[in-house]
């Protein structure tokens, strides 16, 4: 489990979250989502370690995420960030081994199972054909799953995700989601796209500003009483073969009375 306990960040005098408190439950996919500058990314930094508040607390698994060392936060915690990792030298495969770094001890090798690790999850991501490929010269989309399945290589049981299914197709989308979907792990995710959230998470949070508006199962939150004062959009709520689909619409269309 992940909870944040009145967790404030600010950039200089800037603050972006406001006492923000949520819970990831056991086995769940948790998503945020919001609009553009609602704090989503500085969040899932803060939850995962990659930032530290300036008020409050986070804790994994029940200890406070402060008193992890780094390569003990590494065994826990994987993350996939939206910015690229350049890395010239390094092909698909050597990307991807980086992620078994933290259960090797500090002069060993890695061996036959770490590499069948490393098969494994380019395979997840449909991507073991591109292992001898530098990872430099692959496109945004196949840079993503690449990253991905380092993250899944390195064996956390907690996971986050931060816009996941940037660059990728649709079909890449859903193949991606439906894997982490899938997934025993604990799982946080930035979305952008509110129906891909409501197919694939469990709970949401919903944010707006740096602080929560409302938080819960996926049912209880995207909907348009939530939704619509947060986006600034007319939302309309289908349900079809049992799924949740959104539709939007701006609440006062140019030219209506």
Same mark, same amino acid.
Not at 194 to 218: E, H, I, K, M, T
């Given at each position: 489990?992940?909870?944040?306990?009145n967790?404030?960040?600010?950039?200089?005098?800037?603050?972006v979250?406001?006492?923000?408190?949520?819970?990831q439950?056991?086995g769940?996919?948790?998503?945020?989502?919001?609009p553009?500058g609602s704090g989503?990314?500085?969040?899932?930094?803060?939850?995962?370690?990659?930032?530290?508040?300036?008020?409050g607390?986070?804790t994994?698994g029940?200890?406070?995420?402060?008193?992890?060392?780094?390569?003990?936060?590494?065994?826990?915690?994987? %993350? #996939? @960030?939206?910015?690229? &990792?350049?890395?010239?030298?390094?092909t698909v495969?050597?990307? $991807?081994? /980086?992620?078994?770094?933290?259960?090797?001890?500090?002069?060993?090798?890695?061996?036959?199972?770490d590499?069948?690790k490393?098969i494994?999850?380019?395979e997840s991501?449909?991507?073991?054909?591109?292992?001898?490929?530098?990872?430099?010269e692959?496109?945004g989309?196949?840079?993503?799953?690449?990253?991905?399945?380092?993250?899944?290589?390195?064996?956390?049981?907690?996971?986050?995700?931060?816009?996941?299914?940037n660059?990728?197709?649709?079909?890449?989308q859903?193949?991606?989601l439906?894997?982490?979907?899938?997934?025993?792990r604990? %799982? #946080? @995710?930035?979305?952008? &796209?509110l129906?891909l959230?409501?197919?694939?998470c469990?709970? $949401?949070? /919903?944010?707006?500003?740096?602080?929560?508006?409302?938080?819960?199962?996926?049912g209880?939150?995207?909907?348009p009483a939530?939704?619509?004062?947060?986006?600034?959009?007319a939302v309309?709520?289908?349900e079809?073969?049992?799924?949740?689909?959104?539709?939007?619409?701006?609440?006062?269309?140019e030219g209506?009375?």
């Amino acid at each position: 489990m992940i909870r944040a306990q009145n967790l404030t960040y600010a950039y200089g005098t800037q603050t972006v979250l406001h006492g923000v408190n949520l819970e990831q439950r056991a086995g769940r996919v948790l998503g945020l989502v919001g609009p553009n500058g609602s704090g989503k990314s500085t969040l899932i930094r803060n939850l995962s370690g990659g930032l530290k508040p300036v008020e409050g607390r986070v804790t994994i698994g029940g200890k406070d995420l402060g008193s992890y060392s780094a390569q003990e936060l590494a065994r826990e915690v994987s %993350t #996939v @960030i939206q910015e690229r &990792d350049s890395e010239p030298g390094l092909t698909v495969a050597q990307m $991807v081994m /980086l992620g078994r770094t933290p259960r090797l001890g500090m002069f060993a090798r890695p061996g036959a199972s770490d590499e069948e690790k490393v098969i494994r999850s380019l395979e997840s991501v449909n991507a073991l054909h591109l292992a001898q490929r530098f990872f430099a010269e692959l496109s945004g989309g196949e840079k993503q799953r690449v990253l991905i399945a380092r993250s899944l290589a390195q064996d956390t049981p907690y996971i986050f995700l931060d816009e996941p299914t940037n660059h990728l197709d649709i079909r890449h989308q859903h193949e991606l989601l439906g894997l982490i979907r899938t997934n025993s792990r604990n %799982t #946080v @995710i930035v979305l952008h &796209d509110l129906n891909l959230a409501a197919q694939y998470c469990d709970d $949401v949070v /919903l944010l707006d500003s740096g602080r929560v508006v409302a938080q819960g199962p996926v049912g209880d939150v995207l909907t348009p009483a939530y939704l619509e004062p947060v986006y600034d959009m007319a939302v309309h709520r289908i349900e079809h073969q049992g799924k949740t689909h959104l539709l939007f619409e701006p609440r006062n269309p140019e030219g209506s009375s």
